[in-house]
């Protein structure tokens, strides 16, 4: 299986949130973890701003980072090419997506263009993951 991690299914298997035993299950099982370069600072902010908001959980988001860090040379990345941000700006416009959602959607379908194989597309957002769907990716569910 090949899957795809936007920033909240990230934060999942490096945090234990609601869902992360979900999305370890799914990446044990995956052959190979893609992510879209932009994830990382994407990620880096959200545990940042769960840092300051939480000044509780430093030692948490120390080790998170430190995983994020470690994992991420193992991870097949997308980069964000002209080409990826003209598909972005026509999925943002046509499935009323935010800008960075249609990036990571944008992302995951050149995966799967590129590798002619299925996408497990993981993500905890609804409207991200409909329309997903609508381009022939698999949903982690």
């Known amino acids: 299986m090949l899957l795809?991690?936007?920033?909240s299914a990230l934060i999942k298997l490096l945090?234990?949130?609601p869902d992360s035993a979900q999305i370890h299950q799914a990446s044990e099982?995956?052959?190979v973890?893609?992510?879209c370069r932009m994830t990382w600072a994407e990620a880096m902010a959200a545990m940042a701003r769960r840092q300051r908001e939480d000044s509780t959980s430093a030692?948490?988001?120390?080790?998170?980072r430190q995983r994020l860090i470690k994992l991420w040379p193992s991870f097949t990345i997308v980069e964000v090419s002209q080409q990826l941000v003209e598909a972005a700006g026509r999925f943002a416009d046509g499935f009323a997506l935010r800008g960075y959602d249609s990036v990571q959607l944008a992302a995951a379908h050149e995966l799967r263009?590129?590798?002619g194989e299925s996408v497990t597309f993981a993500c905890y957002?609804?409207?991200l993951n409909q329309a997903a769907q609508l381009l022939q990716l698999?949903?982690?569910a």
């Not at 795809?4 to 920033?7: E, I, K, V």
């Open 4 to 7: 795809f991690c936007d920033t």
């Open 15 to 17: 945090i234990d949130e």
């Open 29 to 31: 099982r995956a052959g």
């Open 33 to 35: 973890i893609a992510a």
């Open 59 to 64: 030692d948490e988001i120390d080790l998170a």
């Open 113 to 115: 263009l590129t590798f």
């Open 125 to 127: 957002d609804r409207r």
């Open 138 to 140: 698999e949903v982690l």
